[in-house]
């Protein structure tokens, strides 16, 4: 196949000039990171070693981490139940519920966290004395900032929302239900046992696209002046420059990782349920 | 090509009734080897099937002569002329895939004209070609719609006019029907033969489906592992299958157990000695002499009659129409199926002890299976 | 149903302030609020139209270049042979696209800022190299615009079938005309539709930005965080929700030629 080998030369170009734009910066960085090629600097891992002991590492990680499992927890619990009644009960609403998903796209980060800071700064003036207004303190909790959640949430709908859908329509979601239930088995019994382990896949990568939204969130939290994990990393950089880089590096590859680990599980289950 | 369309009338190829020639032809994609050396001659304007079990190369024989394979070995001629190394786009065949090969961007009347526009056929020319062709399969007032406004025998259709358009010297289909529905199937399955022979075009026609092989082609040729086992008029290969494969992949045989003769030329079964078609399968005195082999005949050839004395027994019966397909088995446990007229069942319903008895003539010995007698084909 | 209520409150209420501080002067001048086209004006005007304009053409721009690269190169992974390099390039891209600016930022900082790896040892701030400029800016926001039109196209071109470039080589179409006659025009909308997206994202790209400090190339999103951050002059709240407005009229205007692309896309393809 001799016009087979030439595309396959070609395909291989392509491949290796973006590969390499999109190598050389990782590795320029983690060069960087241990000391390779900037000027004034010793070689060695310091700034990897040093990042549990870094000032606020631990603090921002762990924030970032409960945000991300509070944002991942909201949206799937709001958007699992809509989809599914969307699809077996209201098929008609459908298309709201995809306008409404896709809305936070037209908003963009900037624009919803000035509106945010907006409503957080005006209500104190209107509602001071209600419970309201002990409503709107609890939201901006410096430990746990649930604004933030609701920002996040926001955020990962249209995500969430195209992934969670392609998994639904590869699954016969009506057949499934009504075989449950001419089994005996009770709507919340259906919606766990059968439904969502067939929805594992979907399920799993929205988990992760929302964690590495979080992870790399710096937007919203830097204006209302949080500090999880990416602003953390901006405010060390002034400092540390080497360990910031280092901890972006981390950060990337884990999170490549983990997303590589979830697609080979998916596969490692389709061959049975194709066959 | 501008001579095409000289007499807009006329929708014969310029060059009726080209040959195509398959020689030597091996291709392996890895450890797989899909042609093993292919030998294939069509002849000018007839329909050949290429007709085999998934996996038998077939497919990639038709798409050696479309170009979209170039054979490790071998070459490919088209009125004599070696093809094997003419670009896809130059080849002149009009190919029909199984399905979905419409573009979903353009209508029907441009889909059938995208070749024409290829060539560079002005915009009012090709139109009238299109048109003209879309009243060929008869489809002249769906040239505005789209592939997903159609149904799949539509769709096919106009597959078939985007394959005719510029008039090729080859027509590939490449199981063109196995996507439609049964009713569609059979009206498409006369359709294309009705154009075929109206055209004059020499056709190769892929199908795994035997039926539609032997009510089509004008011969058929039975593919396996990348062979040719056989290739004859539908009549002859059903009448006198030249090996045991293809008499058991065309039509339904009953298997009856056996005993080889010593000579290796007769066989006997039923108290009868029968001459061998071909030879016996394989070294007969090794396994243990006896029993050893099957004589395969078709199920309308053995004959049943009642007897209260017989050895047999009938356990089934298939009410097929004209004939009703009964179920015997022999005295050894082995059943062998056999087709009689529906008429004539009446003495010998389910229970009932019979006799069977084979035609005299040559027949066709394989090695013995375990196993129920008949298998359908297909 | 809950998710119905979560959005008009979580996405309405901020939505709804936002208008309405931007068409209104702030409380604390006297007087108090009354409504006025002078925020959306000021906000059409002088730095911040600059910065607006700066936003769109740095959008436009980079989203075209990563929109002609993403095609060849979502192209190759797609038909690869090989399912390990499909599927990590594509995982890898998902995070790359999803994760955000700061990382990339940083990584461009240290590989071409004023000592980066590469700057320092090609010496190219004598060359007159700037990552801080637009055309470095452009560069780092390619390394999540391109994975992020992989992504999007991928799945138009899966739903590239054989048998269309079959058929149109056997209709005497070479490879050139096949993607001009039938490839391109087939996957037009997922490709103007990814690159609606890429600019909506760029648009609204505000970390990576932030993150590079020192950048010079005024940005829309920039501006908002400094005026919500009083940076600048104290008392631009409203001009700040004006421009958010402004951003979010940009957007939906991209949205709306976005999303019946995608419906054609999906008909052709399905």
Not at chain 3, 197 to 206: C, I, P
Request: proline fraction near 6%; charge should be positive; hydrophobic fraction near 50%.
């Amino acid at each position: 196949m001799a016009r087979l080998n030439r595309t396959g030369y070609g395909r291989s170009a392509v491949l290796l000039l973006t590969g390499a734009y999109f190598l050389v910066p990782i590795a320029c960085a983690i060069a960087f990171s241990i000391g390779i090629g900037a000027p004034r600097q010793a070689l060695g891992f310091e700034a990897y070693t040093g990042i549990f002991g870094a000032d606020g590492f631990t603090d921002s990680l762990t924030l970032t981490l409960k945000l991300a499992a509070a944002t991942i927890a909201l949206v799937l619990v709001l958007l699992v139940p809509a989809l599914v009644t969307v699809r077996l009960a209201a098929p008609r609403l459908r298309t709201l519920v995809e306008i409404v998903c896709m809305l936070p796209l037209v908003v963009p980060a900037v624009a919803l966290v000035a509106g945010i800071s907006a409503v957080l700064r005006w209500g104190p003036d209107h509602f001071a004395g209600t419970p309201l207004f002990q409503a709107m303190a609890a939201l901006q909790a410096p430990q746990f900032p649930m604004v933030l959640v609701l920002a996040y949430t926001l955020m990962a709908l249209p995500l969430a929302y195209r992934t969670l859908d392609t998994g639904f329509a590869a699954i016969d979601l009506r057949v499934l239900v009504e075989a449950a239930r001419s089994c005996g088995a009770p709507w919340p019994h259906t919606l766990i046992h059968v439904v969502l382990p067939n929805l594992r896949g979907a399920l799993l990568n929205t988990a992760f696209l929302t964690l590495a939204l979080v992870l790399g969130e710096y937007t919203v939290a830097a204006v209302l002046g949080y500090q999880p994990f990416a602003v953390w990393i901006v405010a060390t950089s002034g400092s540390q420059a080497q360990m910031s880089v280092a901890v972006s590096m981390v950060g990337l590859l884990v999170t490549w990782m983990l997303l590589l680990l979830i697609s080979a599980a998916g596969r490692a289950r389709r061959p049975k349920e194709n066959s | 090509m501008t001579d095409l369309l000289t007499d807009p009338e006329s929708v014969r190829p310029t060059r009726a009734g080209s040959t195509v020639e398959f020689r030597g032809l091996r291709r392996a994609f890895g450890t797989t080897t899909a042609l093993d050396g292919l030998d294939l001659e069509v002849r000018p304007g007839e329909l050949l099937a290429l007709l085999g079990p998934s996996g038998c190369g077939k497919t990639t024989a038709l798409r050696t002569v479309a170009g979209f394979e170039r054979p490790d070995t071998g070459e490919v001629l088209v009125d004599g002329e070696d093809i094997t190394r003419v670009p896809a786009h130059r080849r002149e065949a009009g190919m029909v895939f199984q399905s979905y090969s419409l573009f979903p961007h353009m209508t029907a009347i441009d889909n059938v004209a995208f070749g024409l526009r290829m060539n560079g056929t002005g915009k009012a020319a090709r139109r009238a070609r299109a048109a003209e062709l879309l009243e060929l399969v008869g489809l002249a007032n769906h040239a505005a719609r789209f592939p997903r406004q159609l149904s799949g025998g539509q769709q096919q259709r106009i597959a078939l006019a985007r394959a005719l358009a510029l008039r090729p010297r080859v027509l590939l289909l490449d199981e063109p029907l196995s996507a439609l529905d049964a009713q569609v199937r059979l009206t498409l399955r006369e359709e294309i033969r009705r154009l075929q022979q109206q055209l004059g075009i020499t056709t190769l026609f892929v199908t795994h489906d035997q039926e539609e092989a032997l009510s089509m082609a004008d011969r058929v040729a039975v593919m396996r592992a990348g062979r040719l086992e056989q290739c004859a008029p539908p009549a002859e290969l059903y009448e006198r299958p030249a090996t045991a494969f293809v008499a058991n992949f065309v039509g339904v045989m009953s298997r009856i157990p056996a005993r080889p003769g010593a000579d290796g030329t007769t066989v006997g079964a039923f108290g009868r000695t029968l001459p061998v078609h071909g030879t016996l399968p394989g070294p007969v005195g090794t396994d243990g002499g006896s029993g050893e082999v099957d004589v395969l005949v078709r199920p309308e050839a053995i004959g049943v009659t009642a007897d209260g004395d017989g050895t047999s027994q009938i356990v089934g019966a298939t009410f097929l129409g004209a004939t009703t397909r009964l179920t015997v088995r022999l005295a050894g446990g082995a059943e062998v199926m056999a087709d009689v007229a529906t008429h004539s069942t009446a003495g010998l319903p389910v229970g009932a002890k019979v006799t069977l008895t084979l035609p005299d003539r040559p027949v066709l010995v394989d090695r013995h299976s375990w196993g129920n007698g008949g298998r359908s084909g297909g | 149903m809950p998710l119905l209520l979560f959005a008009a409150l979580a996405f309405g209420l901020p939505a709804g302030t936002m208008v309405f501080g931007a068409l209104t002067t702030p409380e604390t001048v006297p007087g108090g609020a009354r409504f006025t086209g002078a925020n959306m004006s000021a906000s059409l005007h002088g730095p911040y139209l600059t910065a607006l304009l700066g936003s769109v053409k740095l959008s436009a721009l980079s989203a075209l270049i990563a929109a002609v690269i993403g095609l060849p190169v979502a192209h190759a992974v797609v038909t690869s042979r090989f399912r390990a390099l499909r599927e990590s390039v594509l995982a890898g891209a998902g995070v790359l696209a999803n994760f955000g600016g700061v990382p990339l930022a940083f990584a461009f900082v240290a590989t071409l800022g004023n000592a980066g790896v590469l700057t320092t040892r090609f010496h190219l701030l004598g060359h007159g190299w700037n990552l801080y400029g637009f055309w470095g800016l452009t560069l780092v926001y390619l390394y999540f615009l391109i994975p992020l039109m992989v992504l999007t196209l991928a799945p138009a071109l899966e739903g590239l079938r054989r048998q269309w470039r079959e058929a149109a080589h056997n209709n005497g179409a070479s490879t050139f005309r096949y993607w001009m006659h039938v490839a391109l025009p087939i996957l037009m909308p997922s490709l103007l539709g990814g690159y609606v997206l890429l600019f909506g994202t760029a648009f609204s790209a505000y970390a990576t930005a932030a993150a590079m400090v020192g950048s010079s190339v005024p940005l829309v999103t920039m501006q908002i965080a400094d005026a919500l951050s009083g940076n600048v002059l104290v008392g631009q709240d409203n001009v700040a929700l004006a421009l958010g407005v402004d951003m979010v009229l940009v957007a939906g205007l991209v949205m709306a030629v976005q999303v019946p692309l995608q419906r054609r896309s999906t008909r052709w393809l399905a």
